[in-house]
Nanobody
Framework: VQLQASGGGLVQAGGSLRLSCATR????????LGWYRQAPGKEREFIAA???????YYSDSVKGRFTSLRDGTRNSVYLQMNSLQAEDSGVYYC????????????WGKGTQVTVSS
């Protein structure tokens, strides 16, 4: 199983970025896909998740600003990030798991997002 996140970069506060996560070797239609963020000196935190039936969940810190969608034709999941704030800076990871209870079983390498204020 492989997951590869991309699309990070440097953006000014108020701007937007779209992250992508391509998966390979995963029973895509049966897995929960999640996005997590880790800021320097902090633990990895949950940002968003999309279930196999396209229900989306978000942390309070990003609700209303971020949108996560999955595309089964490309075995990929996306994170559209709008109205970015300096606090959104960090390394973003995509993960895949069978359920919220069990958490992410597979992780990709992260992509750096830096929001300048």
């Amino acid at each position: 199983v492989q997951l590869q996140a991309s699309g990070g970069g440097l953006v000014q506060a108020g701007g937007s970025l779209r992250l992508s996560c391509a998966t390979r070797g995963l029973p895509f239609d049966r897995y929960l896909l999640g996005w997590y963020r880790q800021a320097p000196g902090k633990e990895r935190e949950f940002i968003a998740a999309v279930t196999w039936d396209n229900k989306s969940y978000y942390s309070d810190s990003v609700k209303g600003r971020f949108t996560s969608l999955r595309d089964g034709t490309r075995n990929s999941v996306y994170l559209q990030m709008n109205s970015l704030q300096a606090e959104d800076s960090g390394v973003y990871y995509c993960g895949a798991g069978e359920s919220f209870r069990d958490g992410m079983l597979h992780w990709g390498k992260g992509t750096q997002v830096t929001v300048s204020s």
